[in-house]
Nanobody, 127 residues
Framework: QSQLLESGGGSVQAGGSLKLSCGIS????????VTWFRQSPGKEREGVAA????????RYADFARDRFTITEDNVKNVVYLWMNDLKPEDTAMYLC????????????????????WGQGTQVTVSS
């Protein structure tokens, strides 16, 4: 059974950095698109960054473009989200999602397309 497992969250001060990991098991060789989302209490789930696996293109939300980087390790079957210059407004539960399609500019952050999700990892940024 295919699973996603996030790790790497924690508590940091503003300006700090974290590296989140999304471990992919199961039909890892068939996955196409992996997207990191985040969700805070009372807010809608929002797309952070996405990666077309196998060296494909990346997508970023505007708030993430200059501070976050999404990469993949296709040997370990892990997708990373490197987060720098963290701000209190980045505080959220971060979740990864995957499917067999393509992360296009029009759909990479559409949560409804994804049927496979991890449990999430909490990121808390204090001022």
């Amino acid at each position: 059974q295919s699973q996603l497992l996030e790790s790497g969250g924690g508590s940091v001060q503003a300006g700090g950095s974290l590296k989140l990991s999304c471990g992919i098991s199961g039909k890892s060789g068939s996955w196409g698109c992996v997207t990191w989302f985040r969700q805070s209490p009372g807010k809608e789930r929002e797309g952070v960054a996405a990666k077309n696996l196998g060296g494909g293109m990346t997508r970023y939300a505007d708030f993430a473009r200059d501070r976050f980087t999404i990469t993949e390790d296709n040997v370990k079957n892990v997708v990373y989200l490197w987060m720098n210059d963290l701000k209190p407004e980045d505080t959220a539960m971060y979740l990864c999602a995957a499917d067999f399609g393509y992360c296009s500019t029009g759909n990479w952050r559409r949560a409804a397309r994804f049927t496979t999700w991890g449990q999430g990892t909490q990121v808390t940024v204090s001022s």
